[in-house]
């Protein structure tokens, strides 16, 4: 493919299919084999209109739609490859995609979904795909950076076509699953996507703030496409608000910011690609001025090496009893507590490390690290002496990770090394070797040259390489910390990588060791140290931190420090003030912490005013924080668990004593017929199965009858319905007709991507929510 010029792709499917009558109620994918000819010229139509690209009608041919229409996988994408290719014969500088979508259902931990299995699902689209004869592979409409890469580590690993990437974002700046348009570049980036960007959702004026933000961080191509603008109400059917005209227009202004790949998504037909085409004529695609950026990130949080980084040093069991306790008796709640406190304390990064000879290393630092992501926006660092721990945790960890560490050594450096490169990490480099901690600071610095040339070669940019210079304890060896010193200053200067250092390493067996770690500290500051390993929860050294940042006029770091020790003490968070047991437990996400709280409650207070006095105000407070944007949906799952292990606490104590008072108000959900998209839907029923609602879920493209039916069997007073595409808000709307014939009393709310608090008036709904804590609010006073 030409990746230096400007590529226009084809708009919607869906929308053409439904216009032929083909959509409604039908998986589109089913229609390669039932309907080939109608697929077939909607490629044509594509292509007339000068699409320069096709997606392969193979959006949804995963698996789980497949043995719900009786196919097989390789059956749906082979025949959606071959029908683009037959479309596009010989028709020069045209390209097919392999396209694919989400698998439909959540990984764990916030759903039921394991990492590998969902690998699997992505690997069979794949391999059948390329096989076919798909040009390029394109992931798109992926809400869950999470899932996003289990697919590309399912392409990696079963293709060698070129991988393009998309994710859809709200309004807000982030995905449903909080993903940040930095953190997405940043691991996409990576993980050696071809191209990346934004599609569907929103419409293209909407889409213009997060565009700006891609492009003004992305140095690979930019591919943006979004929907026909926003659903409205006309006539009883939805529509999209944005004409073809005002669609190419907006979609140019892309193209000047620096898009090079354009397209468009729901709503949008030939029409929209035909003047998208007469719009661009004669405009060349714009350089891509961006070099790489060193960094790592977690979904939401992104962090460059471009400042002071403080990587917290205490969830590694050297030396400390307590947390090796709680790794052998597998408390992870343990770790997660240790992982908040720092995050309080100011650490920007947490290493991890669960490293004990009677343990099962990679299982237990898998486990660590997925259960700190979703408590914690902070970025990792995986911590491991073992290979096999480190490819564990890279493969899993959500986001770019930074990966401690490599050596020296030849066999280091060839077991770690290919690490990194295929999981996507920065990695930090000890400068040791097969002759152990050199002692002085050109024999380091040779170690370093050696790490650096030898990362470089397996394609890991020098950007996100870091050097440790390695601190050795005065105590012993006087000379250590000015070599060390020494070290940081030709590190920088002759190889131009960042730096980092275990700070309080220097200090061992002295007296009054902070006073000497600060100093160290400082001293390597001075000397260009850019990411100290070092206690956050040791006032000094935090503090020396943010002086250096100050001194250094790092971006940011002036408001910081004023904010930090200017005036009014800042506001505790929801972590640091002083809760009750059972609410410290439920912010923090802590399920065995929050039964066990509850059960000794129990031997002083009665269940109902635990759940009235404890529960509710601390669920209460998480609503608040994942409506401000605090937290996002990992964390609120992990309080909604919290709280529903206190819960069935109490439950198990009222049923001892013959009670009632705790069983949950029933709730209906479903997403309504000819819809066959239920992600939201499948989080909405989290969240409230841990709020104490009585959940039952009717699936998706379910008839008004059935969910009719289900009000009369259960005698719940609540409905949810759920709608994706604008194509089935008519069949909300009769759903909702036929309640309000049957059950009167009963209340629905209503959601979906393509709802709005209009729509839902419109269709006639009692309430709109825009997502899962909204439906719990209206759920509670409804």
């Given at each position: 493919?030409?990746?230096?010029?400007?590529?226009?792709?084809?708009g919607a499917m869906g929308t053409m299919l439904q216009k032929r009558g083909l959509g409604r109620g039908v998986v589109?994918?089913?229609?390669?084999?039932?309907?080939?000819?109608?697929?077939?010229?909607?490629?044509?139509?594509?292509?007339?209109?000068?699409?320069?690209?096709?997606?392969?009608?193979?959006?949804?041919?995963?698996?789980?739609?497949?043995?719900?229409?009786?196919?097989?996988?390789?059956?749906?994408?082979?025949?959606?490859?071959?029908?683009?290719?037959?479309?596009?014969?010989?028709?020069?500088?045209?390209?097919?995609?392999?396209?694919?979508?989400?698998?439909?259902?959540?990984?764990?931990?916030?759903?039921?979904?394991?990492?590998?299995?969902?690998?699997?699902v992505f690997a069979e689209i794949v391999r059948a795909g390329d096989a076919a004869g798909a040009d390029f592979i394109?992931?798109?409409?992926?809400?869950?950076?999470?899932?996003?890469?289990?697919?590309?580590?399912?392409?990696?690993?079963?293709?060698?076509?070129?991988?393009?990437?998309?994710?859809?974002?709200?309004?807000?700046?982030?995905?449903?699953?909080?993903?940040?348009?930095?953190?997405?570049?940043?691991?996409?980036?990576?993980?050696?996507?071809?191209?990346?960007?934004?599609?569907?959702?929103?419409?293209?004026?909407?889409?213009?703030?997060?565009?700006?933000?891609?492009?003004?961080?992305?140095?690979?191509?930019?591919?943006?496409?979004?929907?026909?603008?926003?659903?409205?109400?006309?006539?009883?059917?939805?529509?999209?608000?944005?004409?073809?005209?005002?669609?190419?227009?907006?979609?140019?202004?892309?193209?000047?910011?620096?898009?090079?790949?354009?397209?468009?998504?729901?709503?949008?037909?030939?029409?929209?690609?035909?003047?998208?085409?007469?719009?661009?004529?004669?405009?060349?695609?714009?350089?891509?001025?961006?070099?790489?950026?060193?960094?790592?990130?977690?979904?939401?949080?992104?962090?460059?090496?471009?400042?002071?980084?403080?990587?917290?040093?205490?969830?590694?069991?050297?030396?400390?009893?307590?947390?090796?306790?709680?790794?052998?008796?597998?408390?992870?709640?343990?770790?997660?507590?240790?992982?908040?406190?720092?995050?309080?304390?100011?650490?920007?990064?947490?290493?991890?490390?669960?490293?004990?000879?009677?343990?099962?290393?990679?299982?237990?630092?898998?486990?660590?690290?997925?259960?700190?992501?979703?408590?914690?926006?902070?970025?990792?660092?995986?911590?491991?002496?073992?290979?096999?721990?480190?490819?564990?945790?890279?493969?899993?960890?959500?986001?770019?990770?930074?990966?401690?560490?490599?050596?020296?050594?030849?066999?280091?450096?060839?077991?770690?090394?290919?690490?990194?490169?295929?999981?996507?990490?920065?990695?930090?480099?000890?400068?040791?070797?097969?002759?152990?901690?050199?002692?002085?600071?050109?024999?380091?610095?040779?170690?370093?040259?050696?790490?650096?040339?030898?990362?470089?070669?397996?394609?890991?940019?020098?950007?996100?390489?870091?050097?440790?210079?390695?601190?050795?304890?005065?105590?012993?060896?006087?000379?250590?910390?000015?070599?060390?010193?020494?070290?940081?200053?030709?590190?920088?200067?002759?190889?131009?990588?960042?730096?980092?250092?275990?700070?309080?390493?220097?200090?061992?067996?002295?007296?009054?060791?902070?006073?000497?770690?600060?100093?160290m500290l400082a001293m390597a500051l001075a000397a260009g140290l850019d990411a100290p390993i070092m206690n956050p929860?040791?006032?000094?050294?935090?503090?020396?931190?943010?002086?250096?940042?100050?001194?250094?006029?790092?971006?940011?770091?002036?408001?910081?420090?004023?904010?930090?020790?200017?005036?009014?003490?800042?506001?505790?968070?929801?972590?640091?003030?002083?809760?009750?047991?059972?609410?410290?437990?439920?912010?923090?996400?802590?399920?065995?912490?929050?039964?066990?709280?509850?059960?000794?409650?129990?031997?002083?207070?009665?269940?109902?005013?635990?759940?009235?006095?404890?529960?509710?105000?601390?669920?209460?407070?998480?609503?608040?924080?994942?409506?401000?944007?605090?937290?996002?949906?990992?964390?609120?799952?992990?309080?909604?668990?919290?709280?529903?292990?206190?819960?069935?606490?109490?439950?198990?104590?009222?049923?001892?004593?013959?009670?009632?008072?705790?069983?949950?108000?029933?709730?209906?959900?479903?997403?309504?017929?000819?819809?066959?998209?239920?992600?939201?839907?499948?989080?909405?029923?989290?969240?409230?199965?841990?709020?104490?609602?009585?959940?039952?879920?009717?699936?998706?493209?379910?008839?008004?009858?059935?969910?009719?039916?289900?009000?009369?069997?259960?005698?719940?007073?609540?409905?949810?319905?759920?709608?994706?595409?604008?194509?089935?808000?008519?069949?909300?709307?009769?759903?909702?007709?036929?309640?309000?014939?049957?059950?009167?009393?009963?209340?629905?709310?209503?959601?979906?991507?393509?709802?709005?608090?209009?729509?839902?008036?419109?269709?006639?709904?009692?309430?709109?929510?825009?997502?899962?804590?909204?439906?719990?609010?209206?759920?509670?006073?409804?």
């Open positions: 493919m030409e990746l230096g010029k400007i590529l226009i792709f084809d589109p994918e089913t229609l390669n084999a039932a309907a080939p000819r109608a697929i077939e010229d909607i490629h044509r139509e594509y292509l007339d209109a000068g699409a320069d690209v096709i997606l392969a009608n193979s959006f949804g041919a995963n698996r789980f739609k497949a043995e719900k229409a009786g196919m097989e996988v390789s059956v749906m994408v082979e025949s959606a490859v071959k029908i683009a290719k037959r479309a596009i014969g010989g028709r020069g500088g045209k390209y097919a995609a392999l396209d694919i979508g989400p698998c439909g259902r959540v990984l764990s931990p916030a759903g039921d979904l394991g990492f590998e299995e969902a690998v699997g394109l992931f798109e409409t992926f809400t869950d950076l999470y899932e996003l890469k289990a697919a590309l580590i399912a392409a990696k690993e079963n293709s060698r076509l070129p991988v393009f990437a998309t994710m859809s974002f709200e309004e807000s700046g982030k995905t449903f699953f909080g993903a940040s348009a930095e953190s997405m570049v940043m691991t996409l980036e990576a993980l050696g996507v071809s191209a990346l960007g934004v599609n569907c959702s929103l419409g293209p004026a909407q889409l213009g703030p997060v565009v700006e933000r891609i492009v003004g961080a992305a140095s690979v191509p930019v591919l943006v496409q979004p929907n026909a603008g926003l659903p409205v109400m006309e006539e009883g059917a939805a529509r999209y608000d944005v004409t073809p005209e005002e669609f190419a227009r907006r979609v140019k202004g892309f193209v000047r910011m620096g898009v090079r790949f354009v397209g468009g998504c729901c709503g949008t037909t030939p029409e929209y690609i035909r003047l998208l085409k007469k719009e661009l004529s004669g405009m060349e695609a714009a350089e891509i001025k961006n070099r790489p950026r060193g960094g790592i990130c977690s979904p939401s949080k992104q962090l460059y090496f471009d400042r002071t980084t403080v990587i917290g040093e205490r969830i590694n069991p050297t030396g400390k009893k307590n947390l090796q306790a709680a790794l052998r008796a597998h408390d992870i709640d343990y770790v997660v507590r240790e992982a908040l406190r720092e995050e309080e304390q100011g650490a920007d990064v947490l290493d991890v490390n669960v490293g004990l000879p009677d343990v099962d290393e990679p299982a237990l630092l898998a486990e660590a690290i997925t259960r700190i992501q979703a408590s914690t926006p902070l970025p990792l660092q995986l911590d491991s002496s073992f290979p096999g721990a480190l490819a564990r945790a890279a493969r899993i960890y959500n986001g770019k990770p930074l990966l401690n560490s490599v050596n020296g050594k030849k066999e280091s450096l060839e077991a770690v090394l290919p690490i990194a490169k295929k999981y996507g990490c920065a990695l930090l480099g000890l400068t040791l070797d097969e002759k152990g901690v050199p002692r002085t600071a050109e024999e380091r610095l040779a170690i370093a040259e050696r790490i650096v040339a030898a990362a470089e070669a397996a394609g890991i940019r020098r950007c996100d390489i870091l050097i440790d210079c390695l601190m050795m304890t005065v105590g012993v060896q006087p000379d250590q910390a000015r070599e060390a010193l020494r070290a940081i200053s030709l590190v920088k200067k002759e190889l131009g990588v960042k730096t980092a250092l275990g700070v309080s390493n220097v200090s061992f067996g002295l007296p009054n060791r902070p006073l000497i770690n600060r100093t929860g040791d006032a000094g050294m935090t503090e020396t931190a943010a002086a250096a940042r100050l001194l250094l006029a790092q971006a940011g770091a002036a408001d910081s420090y004023v904010a930090k020790f200017g005036g009014k003490p800042a506001e505790p968070t929801p972590a640091e003030e002083e809760a009750p047991a059972v609410q410290s437990a439920i912010l923090r996400g802590l399920k065995s912490d929050a039964a066990k709280a509850a059960r000794e409650l129990l031997s002083s207070r009665e269940p109902l005013e635990i759940v009235e006095k404890e529960i509710i105000p601390a669920l209460d407070r998480v609503g608040k924080e994942y409506e401000s944007g605090d937290i996002f949906i990992s964390q609120l799952i992990q309080s909604a668990e919290a709280a529903k292990a206190a819960f069935d606490v109490l439950r198990e104590k009222m049923e001892e004593r013959g009670a009632g008072g705790l069983k949950g108000k029933k709730v209906i959900l479903a997403t309504v017929h000819g819809d066959i998209h239920d992600i939201g839907k499948n989080i909405v029923k989290v969240i409230l199965e841990n709020y104490n609602f009585d959940v039952t879920d009717l699936g998706k493209d379910v008839p008004a009858r059935a969910v009719s039916d289900a009000v009369a069997e259960t005698g719940a007073r609540i409905v949810g319905l759920s709608a994706l595409m604008t194509t089935t808000v008519a069949s909300m709307k009769e759903t909702i007709e036929l309640l309000r014939r049957e059950h009167p009393d009963v209340k629905v709310i209503v959601g979906g991507a393509v709802l709005t608090e209009k729509l839902a008036r419109r269709v006639g709904a009692d309430r709109y929510a825009k997502d899962a804590m909204e439906t719990v609010k209206h759920a509670g006073e409804l």
